[in-house]
């Protein structure tokens, strides 16, 4: 069975790009509760960018290590449809909240695909990222796709430097699940470009 590659665009941070990256044709929109990010958005901001989406746009909050009182709070606010988990978190501490989750692995020269799927068997997916020491993410760095093995047992979104040049390359050679992509469609941290993401995502449904 053949399927379109999804779509996410993460660190949304505005109303309006919310509704630009709809527009555009996007799956998913990528909600960021880290702090440290420039692209962190508070309570408020997300409830308010997911209560304007239309029905059928996945509403993704991503974490960092967060405590399980911090991704609460989020969940009894914010009508979110799956969790993302950027950081160190064990598969126990995934797999206790009432929503589905991805976990992002982090490319490091010695991680091991096949291994990190048994790690994470409740996962509904696994988002690949570049490592970069010191940051969870949004490094705008293309890690190596063949490293990727052709065959999974889990969906596989590919992240890590992606931008409207490089998308139709890396769906013809990965074949993920779906791509997700920050970055590679602003015009500075946390600010979305309209015409980059309409870009990146006629890229993406024509590979």
Known sequence: MTTHTR???CGITSHDDALD??????????LVFFEKSARHVSI?????????LPPFISKVALFVNAEQAAIDNVLANVPI??????????ESSCAIYSKPYIKAIRMSDDVNIEHQIDQFNSASGLLLDTYVKGQPGGTGLVFDWK????SLTKPVILAGGLTPDNVANAISQVRPYAVDVSGGVESSPGKKDIVKMNQFIREA???
Do not use: C, W, Y
């Open 7 to 9: 779509i996410k665009i």
């Open 21 to 30: 990256a709809v527009e555009a044709g996007v799956d998913a929109i990528g």
């Open 81 to 90: 449809d799956l969790l993302q988990f950027h950081g160190q978190e064990a």
């Open 205 to 207: 449904r024509n590979a």
């Open 44 to 52: 408020d901001t997300a409830a308010e960018i997911a209560d304007s």
């Open 147 to 150: 490293r990727i093995p052709s």
